[in-house]
Nanobody, 123 residues
Framework: QVQLVESGGGLVQPGGSLRVSCAAS????????MGWFRQAPGKEREFVAA????????NYADSVKGRFTISRDNAKNTVYLQMNALKPEDTAVYYC????????????????WGQGTQVTVSS
């Protein structure tokens, strides 16, 4: 069992930056691929970014490429999502997820999910 706890969400102005974090409880954290998804009100949960267990490969949704960066620190059992040049349409609850297979954008291939952290981009 893996517990995931997101943090770092908040209110930021358009064009600003924010970093959200996801801490995992498992000592076997490093075997999991990690992903970030987001869900805006009235919309389906969508893929944002993912990273392999080693950090050697990453994958991003087209809507965030060049603005968001996913990274992980296996010594701290933590994955990060650095978000730059934020837009109002980035407003959503951001969820991290862990899975043992590498299917970056497929929700069904993630085994564990956090509770989410709210990111609001507004002036």
């Amino acid at each position: 069992q893996v517990q995931l706890v997101e943090s770092g969400g908040g209110l930021v102005q358009p064009g600003g930056s924010l970093r959200v974090s996801c801490a995992a409880s498992s000592r076997t954290f490093l075997i999991y691929a990690m992903g970030w998804f987001r869900q805006a009100p009235g919309k389906e949960r969508e893929f944002v970014a993912a990273i392999t267990w080693s950090g050697s490969s990453t994958n991003y949704a087209d809507s965030v490429k060049g603005r968001f960066t996913i990274s992980r620190d296996n010594a701290k059992n933590t994955v990060y999502l650095q978000m730059n040049a934020l837009k109002p349409e980035d407003t959503a609850v951001y969820y991290c997820a862990a899975g043992t297979t590498w299917s970056p954008s497929l929700k069904r291939d993630y085994d564990y999910w956090g509770q989410g952290t709210q990111v609001t981009v507004s002036s």
